[in-house]
Nanobody
Framework: QVQLVESGGGLVQPGESLRLSCRASGSDLDIYFIGWYRQRPGDQRELVAQVDASTGTGYADFVKGRALITYDGTKKTANLQMNNLRPDDTAVYFC??????????????WGQGTQVTVAS
C-alpha cells in the first residue's frame, strides 16, 4: 500500500530553520507531483511549495526567499527546507502527492500532517 510518510516537524524559535521530509513508500511508483501545504488554526489549507514533474518547483509568496524544496527521485522523497521561520508559520504541514503505482491508476495522497510551532 502506497502512503506518504512525513517527518521533521517540531518546535523552533523565530529566525531558526527546519527541514520537512515527505517520502512516498512503496515500489514502482511514478510520481508526478509532491507538494507541501500548511493549515494554520482557523484557516484553510494552503500550498507552501511544490515540485511538479512538468513545471518544476513553485513557492507561495509568503515563503519565497525563505524556503527551498528539493526532490530525490532515488529515495522518492521531497524535502522542504524553511529558513528564518516566523511565528505565523506555525501550522500543521501536510504533504500531498499525485502518483501512479505500476499497473494501477493515478491517485492523489495526503500525509498525516506534522506540527510546526515557531515560538520563543
Amino acid at each position: 500500500q502506497v502512503q506518504l510518510v512525513e517527518s521533521g516537524g517540531g518546535l523552533v524559535q523565530p529566525g531558526e530553520s527546519l527541514r520537512l521530509s515527505c517520502r512516498a513508500s512503496g515500489s514502482d511508483l511514478d510520481i508526478y507531483f509532491i507538494g507541501w501545504y500548511r493549515q494554520r488554526p482557523g484557516d484553510q489549507r494552503e500550498l507552501v511549495a511544490q515540485v511538479d514533474a512538468s513545471t518544476g518547483t513553485g513557492y507561495a509568496d509568503f515563503v519565497k526567499g525563505r524556503a527551498l524544496i528539493t526532490y530525490d527521485g532515488t529515495k522518492k522523497t521531497a524535502n522542504l527546507q524553511m529558513n528564518n521561520l516566523r511565528p505565523d508559520d506555525t501550522a500543521v504541514y501536510f504533504c500531498r502527492s499525485r502518483l501512479r503505482p505500476r499497473h494501477m491508476s493515478e491517485v492523489t495522497l495526503w500525509g498525516q500532517g506534522t506540527q510546526v510551532t515557531v515560538a520563543s
